[in-house]
């Protein structure tokens, strides 16, 4: 039998999972092809998969719980078998910014940076010109993560610092003109700007959550269902490419293939500096290394946790200024299908996670955890500020944030 | 009623304004620019917006009617669920509608179904244009593989020409692909003098 499935992407290195499956054949070895419809805002990715222009999306993952609580539109239910990775976005700053915050040599300590910020903003309220951020979509981990970082700051969003949504292509633009001050966003856009010389790489999202989810594979419910052995041959042909990408000897091979015309349409020296976890943070500076500012496939990283869609509905909450409530917290955690992950890697000696929820940020050293297969060590996963999210007491979570 | 259309393609946009002018009672406004969009609409008070799929912009101006205290009356996108299949029509056409709250579908079906019969006139006649402009490139390279022939075996432009139909035909291939295949393999061989035109990014 042979397998199809029409996937959507925005042209972000994040994408690489499932355009890698396609390019080294790992998802033909599973009898499926595919083919991609690239778009240029989340907006369309999301519409061509409610009317099944596609039958699965790379999307950011808290328009998935947006979607199906009915958020901005008509609840419809989204389904998230599989995590594209883990962070992989930065805040960058621009020039004037970042002169003042002192950035461009190193990644600085997150409450560090905070409180430098934190003086400057308060500065710019006064002066009546709040200081204005960027990010890529109100739905998005960027702007859950940029947010969580202010206000443990003790800079409150909305209120000390202006949060706007711009589309990735015109974050450069918008720096240089100073329409924004600073931006959250995916690589290789960050790039884009250190390059351009508009901006300073500041902190990247992994110093804020070490092991903070990031783009998802979403289906429609019904389609997942409907295409349940596609989608599990997907995950499968997933997970090789994932295990391709992690090794170095085809950093190179992958960047390339991702700066191709129809996929990422970039230079592939800037998409290295994602994937090799190398970001030049000023234009003409040496690369630094952090590791793990694009986290991929070890730990099971792909593996979708009820508690990471919980943490995102945690901060949905917080931001969108709702009433918590146990059934939207069991709705948003059952977007994320932990089942069907298992169910299309089980016997295969791939690494399966014993539990499908986690205390999230509680480890702060490598920790072997019960597996179904395999054998698991969880690295650190901490907040930069030390709380961690214990899915079974989110009011209670909310209510200790400031 | 207050239609804006926001396209940056400036023929695709004044194609939909033609034929939204039948509407009787409507107001139409075309915005291009990308650059102060928000204010743009800010000042017009739109009663419909209409944007095409492959706008940057939709996201910005997704958050802006979500959040913004500029807008008066509340702006949601056209999701109409007793008629899912006209919604799905509009985005297969490859528009998308947003309209303030307490506007009534009889209202809005009209406007789309026009909007909807112009963006697919359109991606018509962009599919014949592109078709045009394939042919023409078709005939240049056939051209340059003509010449080529002739100056390298001294054939006649006929002869030349009767040589790429022949392999074409015996390896079921059309002229243009032999003609490209011909100007390629010269190329390689550094008697085009181009020299640059090997694609080498894509391995």
Redesign the interface.
């Known amino acids: 039998m042979n397998l199809h499935l029409t996937i959507g992407f925005l042209p972000l290195v994040d994408a690489c999972l499932p355009i890698l499956a396609h390019e080294h054949g790992f998802a033909e070895e599973e009898k499926l092809t595919l083919d991609f419809v690239r ?6 990715v999301l ?2 998969l409610l ?3 596609t039958d699965a999306a790379h999307l950011i993952a808290p328009l998935t719980i947006a979607t199906t609580l009915g958020r ?3 609840a419809q239910p989204l389904a998230t078998p599989f995590v594209l990775g883990l962070n992989g976005n930065a805040i960058t700053f621009g020039l004037d910014l970042a002169i003042q915050l002192g950035l461009g040599d190193a990644l600085p300590d997150p409450a560090e940076l905070g409180t430098k910020l934190r003086a400057l903003a308060t500065t710019r309220r006064e002066a009546g010109r709040q200081l204005r951020f960027g990010v ?3 739905y998005s981990s960027h702007n859950y993560k940029l947010r969580y970082w202010l206000a443990a700051c003790g800079i409150v969003p909305d209120r000390d610092v202006e949060i ?4 990735p ?2 974050i450069a633009d918008a720096l240089a003109g100073g329409e924004i001050d600073g931006a959250c966003v995916g690589e290789p856009w960050n790039s884009v700007c250190v390059e351009r010389g508009v901006g300073v790489i500041g902190l990247a999202t992994a110093q804020i959550w070490r092991r903070g989810v990031e783009k998802v594979l979403a289906f429609r419910a019904s389609t997942l269902e409907e295409k349940r052995a596609e989608a599990e041959a997907l995950i499968r042909a997933m997970r090789k490419a994932g295990e391709h990408f992690v090794r170095e000897e085809n950093w190179e ?1 992958n960047a ?1 293939i991702l ?2 015309r129809e996929y990422l349409d970039q230079d ?1 020296a800037l998409i290295m500096r994602a994937i090799s976890d190398r970001l030049v943070l000023k234009k003409g500076h040496p690369a630094v290394y952090y590791s793990d500012f694009m986290f991929q496939h070890r730990e099971a990283a792909n593996f979708p946790w009820i508690s990471q869609a919980q943490w995102l509905y945690s901060q949905m909450v917080r931001w969108d200024g709702l009433e918590y409530s146990d059934a939207d917290a069991r709705l948003a955690g059952a977007v994320f299908r932990p089942d069907v992950y298992r169910s299309a890697l089980k016997g295969l000696g791939d690494s399966l996670p014993g539990a499908s929820s986690k205390v999230e940020g509680s480890l702060s050293r490598p920790t072997p955890v019960g597996a179904q297969s395999g054998s698991i060590i969880l690295g650190e996963n901490t907040f930069f500020d030390g709380p961690s999210f214990d899915p079974d007491h989110i009011r209670a979570y909310l209510e200790s944030l400031p | 009623m207050r239609i804006a259309i926001v396209d940056e393609s400036t023929v695709r946009a004044s194609i939909i304004e033609d034929g939204l002018a039948e509407l009787v009672d409507c107001e139409i406004f075309v915005l291009t620019e990308r650059k102060a969009l928000l204010a743009q609409l800010a000042k017009l008070e739109p009663d419909v917006v209409l944007i095409d799929l492959g706008n940057p912009s939709r996201d910005v101006l997704e958050e802006y009617f979500a959040v913004s205290r500029a807008l008066s009356k509340p702006i949601a996108m056209f999701v109409d669920e007793s008629d899912d299949d006209a919604i799905g029509a509009s985005i297969d056409a490859g528009v998308s509608a947003y309209v303030v709250d307490g506007l009534s579908a009889s209202r809005i079906r009209p406007l789309m179904d026009l909007a909807v019969r112009r963006f697919n006139a359109f991606a018509r006649l962009e599919a014949d244009l592109a078709e045009a402009k394939g042919k023409l490139a078709d005939r240049e390279m056939i051209d340059r593989a003509k010449r080529i022939l002739m100056d390298s075996r001294g054939l006649s432009e006929p002869e030349a020409y009767g040589e790429l139909r022949r392999k074409a035909m015996s390896s079921s291939r059309k002229i243009a692909q032999i003609a490209e295949a011909l100007v390629t393999a010269h190329e390689l061989m550094g008697a085009g003098g181009g020299g640059g035109a090997v694609d080498g990014a894509k391995t």
């Open positions: 778009d240029v805002s989340w907006a369309t519409d061509r009317y099944a222009h901005g539109r008509p890529v979509h109100r706007t949504t711009v589309a292509p015109f091979t390339a700066a191709r592939a």
